[in-house]
C-alpha cells in the first residue's frame, strides 16, 4: 500500500492550491482517506476526510475552503483549498485507513502573507 502526496507549494494568503494523493493498490480497499496537516511545533491534525460511501467530514478551521475529493478510476484523493491565511501553512499528509493506518510522505503548503 502506498499513498504519495503532491501539489504543496508556496502560495500567497488568499490564494489556491490543490493537493493530491495517489493511491496504491487501488482507493477502494480504504474505509476512510483523509487529510492532515502538521505544523512547526504543533500536533499532526485532521484537515478534512472522505468515507468509502462519500460522506466527508472537515476541521472547523477549514470548513468552507476546502474540499476533499476522490477519484476512483484514477485512484486519486484531492483537496482543493482557497482563501489561504498564513495559519494553513504546514506539511500536509494523506492517510488512508483501512484495519490500520497509512501515511504518505507528505508535501509541504506555505502561504506568505
Known amino acids: 500500500v502506498q499513498l504519495q502526496a503532491s501539489g504543496g507549494g508556496l502560495v500567497q494568503a488568499g490564494g489556491s492550491l490543490r493537493l493530491s494523493c495517489a493511491i496504491s493498490p487501488h482507493i477502494t480497499i480504504f474505509n476512510v482517506l483523509a487529510w492532515y496537516r502538521q505544523a512547526p511545533g504543533k500536533q499532526r491534525e485532521l484537515v478534512a476526510s472522505?468515507?468509502?460511501?462519500?460522506?466527508?467530514n472537515y476541521a472547523d478551521s477549514v470548513k468552507g475552503r476546502v474540499t476533499i475529493s476522490t477519484d476512483n478510476a484514477k485512484n486519486m484523493m484531492y483537496l482543493q483549498m482557497k482563501s489561504l491565511n498564513a495559519e494553513d501553512t504546514a506539511v500536509y499528509y494523506c492517510?488512508?485507513?483501512?484495519?490500520?493506518?497509512?501515511w504518505g510522505q507528505g508535501t509541504q503548503v506555505t502561504v506568505s502573507s
Open positions: 472522505i468515507t468509502r460511501y462519500d460522506i466527508t
Open positions: 492517510n488512508g485507513q483501512t484495519s490500520r493506518d497509512w
